[in-house]
T-cell receptor, first 112, second 112 residues
Framework: SQTIHQWPATLVQPVGSPLSLECTVEGTSNPNLYWYRQAAGRGLQLLFYSVGIGQISSEVPQNLSASRPQDRQFILSSKKLLLSDSGFYLCAWSVGVNQPQHFGDGTRLSIL | RKEVEQDPGPFNVPEGATVAFNCTYS??????FFWYRQDCRKEPKLLMSVYSSGNEDGRFTAQLNRASQYISLLIRDSKLSDSATYLC?????????????FGTGTRLKVLA
């Protein structure tokens, strides 16, 4: 069966520090991968998605970036975090664009 | 108009009650529809896909109304454990590809 791993679960970072969140999927090949952010009391905002290695589409201009160095690995990064980057970050995968998405446990990021 | 809209609630219902949520979408070309459940401070989990003919899974029934562009989720015999936020997701045509759009969720509280 397929599983998705996302870490760390919680992270507290100072403003201006870098960020790297990692997500890996097991049990499937060539998944579609997604990064979302959910601010407190808000909906899911799609940040990036990828349909293959090295293929990244950005949904919202921001100081975040994403990379997919391997088929089942998706990384969310920032060189300098802003206060507004606080939130709940979720990685998800699907087998195709018309298929349901399955989420990792999420990373709760607090910027101080 | 938002691409996907949900009544935020909360819907407070007694145990054993039947409750229904709607989710409206703006793009008539939307292809796939899903309901997710999200517990407080947790990741969304797929509850069920929504098929054109309607579908049922135990106490949960999902329906699609393409003419009026909404999907619905009916929960019968509500349990305390059904308390959560219910998110709808619509696979939305945009720019030659399909993207998931999530609603902001409807909060359900089942009361003893």
């Amino acid at each position: 069966s397929q599983t998705i791993h996302q870490w760390p679960a919680t992270l507290v970072q100072p403003v201006g520090s870098p960020l790297s969140l990692e997500c890996t999927v097991e049990g499937t090949s060539n998944p579609n991968l997604y990064w979302y952010r959910q601010a407190a009391g808000r909906g899911l905002q799609l940040l990036f998605y990828s349909v293959g290695i090295g293929q990244i589409s950005s949904e919202v201009p921001q100081n975040l970036s994403a990379s997919r160095p391997q088929d089942r690995q998706f990384i969310l990064s920032s060189k300098k975090l802003l206060l507004s980057d606080s939130g709940f970050y979720l990685c998800a995968w699907s087998v195709g664009v018309n298929q349901p998405q399955h989420f990792g446990d999420g990373t709760r990021l607090s910027i101080l | 108009r938002k691409e996907v809209e949900q009544d935020p609630g909360p819907f407070n219902v007694p145990e054993g009650a039947t409750v229904a949520f709607n989710c409206t979408y703006s793009n008539s070309a939307s292809q796939s529809f899903f309901w997710y459940r999200q517990d407080c401070r947790k990741e969304p989990k797929l509850l069920m896909s929504v098929y054109s003919s309607g579908n049922e899974d135990g106490r949960f029934t999902a329906q699609l109304n393409r003419a009026s562009q909404y999907i619905s989720l009916l929960i019968r015999d509500s349990k305390l454990s059904d308390s959560a936020t219910y998110l709808c997701a619509v696979n939305h045509a945009r720019g030659g590809t399909y993207k998931y759009i999530f609603g902001t969720g409807t909060r359900l509280k089942v009361l003893a």
